[in-house]
């Protein structure tokens, strides 16, 4: 079992940027993956990023690309997800999630273990 719990979330204004934390306890592995989704209040939940743990290969939204970046702490078993020039489109609440298998994929069935989530406001 593992548990990840999301820290980092807010109020921020368009164009700022946020930095939010995803921390791993419990037993975890060095083939796993960790992903960021995000959802908003009356849509499906949306890939944002993922990470393969043991070399650190990324998978990005296309829409995101360039804008967030996925990154992670081996020794902190944290991964990050750097958010700059936030938009209004970008409010919601974002998850991480933990794919045992390591796929970095971009679907929720992909992924066995999820976070709490983190709100993150973005405010014109």
């Known amino acids: 079992q593992v548990q990840l719990v999301e820290s980092g979330g807010g109020l921020v204004q368009a164009g700022d940027s946020l930095r939010l934390s995803c921390t791993a306890s419990?037993?975890?592995?060095?083939?796993?993956?960790m992903g960021w989704f995000r959802q908003a209040p009356g849509k499906e939940r949306e890939f944002v990023a993922a990470i393969r743990w043991s070399d650190g290969s990324t998978n990005y939204a296309d829409s995101l690309k360039g804008r967030f970046t996925i990154s992670r702490d081996l020794a902190k078993n944290t991964v990050y997800l750097q958010m700059n020039s936030l938009k209004l489109e970008d409010t919601a609440v974002y998850y991480c999630a933990a794919d045992k298998l390591g796929r970095y994929g971009s679907r929720t069935y992909q992924y066995d273990y999820w976070g709490q989530g983190t709100q993150v406001t973005v405010s014109s």
């Open positions: 419990g037993r975890t592995f060095s083939n796993y993956a």
